[in-house]
């Protein structure tokens, strides 16, 4: 909740704010008692080493349940943490394979990891965009370099070629000597693994620097805050997308009532993840409920068994390492300056 994707932290914290309210004013039973839920709330500043600190303090709380943390690069370590602890923990945001894939009983996710992000987006660039020239760019990031290889794999897979691929770092505001080396190639597809913060100033230097290519990304800039922090440079349709997750039919009413609600209560627009995060910590109260005890040692299987629960973002099972079965992509572009959805794809 500090740091320059604070905005996508406070969704977050927004999103379970939302579900404990919703749980306290309806009085869940759990083990024949009323239960009333509390929301600890720990920045770590999507900053690792103060990932740690804040699992720790959370584990040294107490707490019965963790529903975080925002990114890949803060939740794999913390779940070491967690998982000494016995604690269960489920993820709503973050997508790098490697955190449900250590063999820890108590890591959970709600959402698509970046191989199936990653490889949708870069056969997208080849198939649907006719990208001939790609150049990547990633964040050196757990999350930004992880979803720019399965970009680049996916890219591969479909008989693309990367032509340039270049890195910079999670604070960095200037891109002027990595986008002029992209410059050279004549890129008509850049992809950038990394978050919004960065991602706005290098579309207006790109934009600068007359580079008129797609900019693609995954569901660190697909956010609503996006064409602001890019100040008026993006073009209608040039950025595209994925958000791990996707409702289609019936279930786009439960998603447009959540996003009306949630404006409603904290007049503010979700920019991401809220609505997973609202589902996550439903999740981990209706595994106690059913294990009649919200002792994370009792209730640990019942969340593991967790199928067919229907939330706002989908219908949610785990897999063997905790994953969502069957996770959606809802592939986005921008008109306009607001989020337009281009397709929901499995």
């Known amino acids: 909740t500090s740091g320059a994707i604070a905005h996508l932290g406070k969704d977050n914290e927004n999103g379970a704010r939302m579900a404990i309210d919703e749980l306290n004013a309806k009085g869940v039973m ?28 959370l584990v040294d709380s107490k707490v019965n349940g963790v529903v975080g943390h925002l990114n890949s690069g803060t939740s794999i370590p913390a779940s070491k943490v967690y998982s000494d602890a016995g604690i269960p923990q489920i993820s709503p945001s973050a997508t790098n394979p490697k955190f449900t894939r250590q063999g820890y009983k108590t890591t959970f996710r709600v959402v698509a990891d970046d191989v199936h992000l990653g490889g949708t987006l870069g056969r997208y660039a080849v198939e649907q965009l006719k990208g001939k020239v790609i150049a ?3 964040d050196r990031t757990a999350y930004g370099q992880g979803v720019a290889d399965e970009f680049e794999k996916g890219v591969k897979g479909k008989g693309g070629a990367i032509a340039k691929r270049e890195f910079t770092n999670d604070k960095a505001t200037d891109f002027t000597a990595i986008l002029t080396n992209i410059k050279a190639v004549k890129p008509d597809v850049v992809f950038f693994g990394g978050m919004d913060a960065v991602a706005g100033p290098m579309i207006r230097q790109m934009k600068q620097l007359g580079i008129n290519a797609k900019f693609m990304g995954g569901d660190g800039i697909c956010s609503s805050e996006l064409p602001k922090l890019a100040a008026g440079a993006m073009a209608d349709g040039q950025v595209v997308c994925a958000e791990a997750g996707g409702v289609e039919g019936e279930q786009k009413a439960g998603m447009e009532k959540f996003r009306a609600d949630f404006k409603k209560k904290f007049n503010a627009d979700v920019q991401v993840y809220a609505p997973y995060v609202y589902d996550a910590t439903n999740v981990l109260v209706a ?14 299987p019942a969340l593991a068994a967790t199928s067919g629960y229907k939330g706002v973002t989908g219908t949610i099972s785990f897999d063997e390492k905790g994953d969502v079965k069957n996770g959606a992509l809802t592939l986005y572009t921008y008109k306009g300056g607001n989020r337009d959805q281009i397709a929901v794809v499995r």
């Open 30 to 57: 759990i083990g024949g008692k009323k239960a009333k839920f509390e929301l600890l709330a720990e920045d770590d500043a999507g900053d690792p080493k103060q990932g740690t600190a804040a699992a720790q303090k």
């Open 136 to 138: 990547v760019i990633d």
């Open 287 to 300: 595994a106690m409920v059913k294990a009649g005890s919200a002792d994370p040692a009792k209730y640990l």
